[in-house]
C-alpha cells in the first residue's frame, strides 16, 4: 500500500528557510501529482505546492513565490524549499499524491511535519 513520509520541519527563525522531503512507498510510480498542503491550528488545509507529472508546478495564492516544489521521479520524492519564512508559515506540511490506477484516481496523504516560525 501507498505510503508518504515527510521529513524536514522544526522550528526556524523568521527569515530563515527549511527544505521538506516527502518518500513515497509501495504501488505508486510516477504519481500524476506530487506535492503539499498546509495547515495551521483552528484552519483549513490548503494548498502550498502540487507538481504534476509532466513537470508544471502549481503554487497556492497565499505563497508569495517563496516556494519551489520540485520532484524526483526516479525517487518517488517530492520537495518543497521555503525561504524567507514568515510566522505565518507555521503549520503542520502535509506531502499529497494523487496516483492513477486505470479509471481509478486516488488521494495520499503523509502524516504531516511541523514547520514552526518563531524567533
Known amino acids: 500500500q501507498v505510503r508518504l513520509v515527510e521529513s524536514g520541519g522544526g522550528l526556524v527563525q523568521p527569515g530563515g528557510s527549511l527544505r521538506l522531503s516527502c518518500v513515497a512507498s509501495?504501488?505508486?510510480?510516477?504519481?500524476?501529482?506530487m506535492g503539499w498542503y498546509r495547515q495551521a491550528p483552528g484552519e483549513e488545509r490548503e494548498m502550498v505546492a502540487i507538481?504534476?507529472?509532466?513537470?508544471?508546478?502549481e503554487y497556492g495564492g497565499s505563497m508569495g513565490g517563496r516556494f519551489t516544489v520540485s520532484r524526483d521521479n526516479a525517487d518517488n520524492r517530492v520537495y518543497l524549499q521555503i525561504n524567507t519564512l514568515k510566522p505565518e508559515d507555521t503549520a503542520v506540511y502535509f506531502c499529497?499524491?494523487?496516483?492513477?490506477?486505470?479509471?481509478?484516481?486516488?488521494?495520499?496523504w503523509g502524516q504531516g511535519t511541523q514547520v514552526t516560525v518563531s524567533s
Open positions: 507538481q504534476f507529472i509532466g513537470g508544471t508546478a
Open positions: 499529497y499524491a494523487k496516483n492513477r490506477r486505470g479509471t481509478d484516481v486516488e488521494d495520499y
Open positions: 509501495g504501488n505508486i510510480r510516477n504519481a500524476y501529482a
